[in-house]
């Protein structure tokens, strides 16, 4: 069976389990606050050119995602998401089982347009709507898009004109970053959002985020917020030491060059063989349409998610490449294709 079904199928990079192993008997202090972990995020601070920010550990994406809203939103305030953002379509509504609603906002790449900011700003006009108090956007997207520099930097301006905050979810941001259409740099996310994440667990990491906040007026008890909500780890330690091998040397971004040069492999070889895709994804994730003969006869051999149906006779489906995806398998799908 050729698994393409997600990039966080595999355990963790090697070099990640070897530092784990290592340290596997030091005794330390817990909760994020051993050597590891202060040592990881000074290394990110270091990476990101932000020593001013503030550097959080987590185990995954959607507590990083409602941990941030529930702290930095008060109870009658709302985020404005693309329709398609992971907090709107897996994460069981967990923003608004803390109280937050979300403004959901219809795109067909995934991307908020920052005309859609605008638009969800004036339409919550007073008090008897919730108050937009926050932008959500994820890169890449849940259609393997990614944003453009200009493309943030018009969104940040919005934000700014509305006084609202910027959060960038990081899930997928090293394919992001490596991603041959990306035009920015990591230091750039920082200096452009409020907050963001760089996301471990989908790219060879065993678990793991690391949340990193630049505005002042985010910080203040985070701690407390992070703890109340389940999201401390007590052998925070485990985090640490991941974060700190993703960023003693370029790890992190070598293993989301990798996944992503597994994709263009399978995007052309698709492509080549005559069939489109839903939308244009320059990132690890890649959305073929096919006969719906042709996927019921790939199911008995490749593990994939279907996205939707394309008319009466065909489906979309998603192919994911990981950091340790190997070729062979590409090269497989390519000829039963």
């Known amino acids: 069976m050729i698994f393409l079904r997600c990039d966080y199928s595999e355990g963790a990079h090697p070099q990640i389990l070897?530092?784990?192993?290592?340290?596997?008997?030091?005794?330390?202090?817990?909760?994020?606050e051993d050597p590891h972990c202060i040592n990881?995020?000074?290394?990110?601070?270091?990476?990101?050119?932000r020593q001013d920010a503030d550097v959080h550990f987590f185990v995954g994406g959607t507590q990083t995602n409602f941990t941030s809203i529930t702290a930095f939103l008060r109870p009658h305030e709302a985020v404005i998401s693309p329709a398609r953002g992971h907090i709107c379509v897996h994460e069981t509504g967990a923003v608004e089982a803390?109280?937050?609603?979300?403004?959901?906002?219809?795109?067909?790449?995934?991307?908020?347009?920052?005309?859609?900011?605008?638009?969800?700003?004036?339409?919550?006009?007073?008090?008897?709507?919730?108050?937009?108090?926050?932008v959500y956007i994820s890169n890449t997207t849940e259609l393997g898009t990614i944003y453009k520099k200009s493309e943030l930097q018009e969104i940040k301006k919005r934000c700014e004109?509305?006084?609202?905050?910027?959060?960038?979810?990081?899930?997928?941001?090293?394919s992001a970053l490596t991603s041959p259409e990306n035009?920015?740099?990591?230091?750039?996310?920082?200096?452009?959002?409020?907050?963001?994440?760089?996301?471990?667990?989908?790219?060879?990491?065993?678990?793991?985020?690391?949340?990193?906040?630049?505005?002042?007026?985010?910080?203040?008890e985070f701690r407390w917020i992070l703890k109340q909500s389940g999201s401390m780890l007590a052998k925070g330690r485990l985090l640490g030491v991941q974060f700190e091998e993703f960023f003693k040397d370029n790890l992190y971004f070598d293993l989301g060059q990798h996944a992503n040069d597994m994709a263009?492999?399978?995007?052309?070889?698709?492509?080549?063989?005559?069939?489109?895709?839903?939308?244009?994804?320059?990132?690890?994730?890649?959305?073929?349409?096919?006969?719906?003969?042709?996927v019921s006869e790939l199911e008995k051999q490749v593990s994939f998610?279907?996205?939707?149906?394309?008319?009466?006779?065909?489906?979309?489906?998603?192919?994911?490449?990981?950091?340790?995806?190997?070729?062979?398998?590409?090269?497989?799908?390519?000829?039963?294709?």
């Open 40 to 49: 990881a995020a000074r290394m990110i601070k270091d990476r990101i050119g």
């Open 264 to 294: 263009k492999i399978l995007r052309e070889g698709i492509a080549a063989k005559g069939y489109k895709f839903i939308t244009d994804s320059p990132s690890n994730q890649i959305f073929p349409i096919f006969p719906n003969e042709l």
């Open 183 to 220: 035009d920015m740099t990591i230091e750039d996310i920082a200096q452009l959002t409020d907050a963001f994440y760089i996301g471990g667990t989908k790219n060879g990491a065993l678990f793991g985020e690391a949340l990193i906040i630049s505005n002042p007026e985010l910080k203040n």
């Open 98 to 134: 803390r109280g937050h609603k979300i403004i959901a906002m219809p795109t067909k790449d995934a991307k908020l347009n920052p005309d859609q900011i605008d638009e969800a700003v004036r339409y919550h006009e007073d008090e008897h709507f919730v108050k937009p108090k926050m």
């Open 18 to 32: 070897e530092a784990l192993v290592k340290t596997n008997m030091e005794q330390t202090v817990g909760y994020g």
């Open 305 to 337: 998610e279907k996205e939707c149906p394309v008319g009466d006779k065909e489906y979309c489906i998603r192919f994911v490449t990981s950091w340790a995806t190997p070729v062979e398998d590409i090269d497989e799908l390519i000829a039963m294709l």
């Open 161 to 174: 004109k509305y006084n609202l905050y910027l959060y960038l979810d990081g899930a997928r941001l090293a």
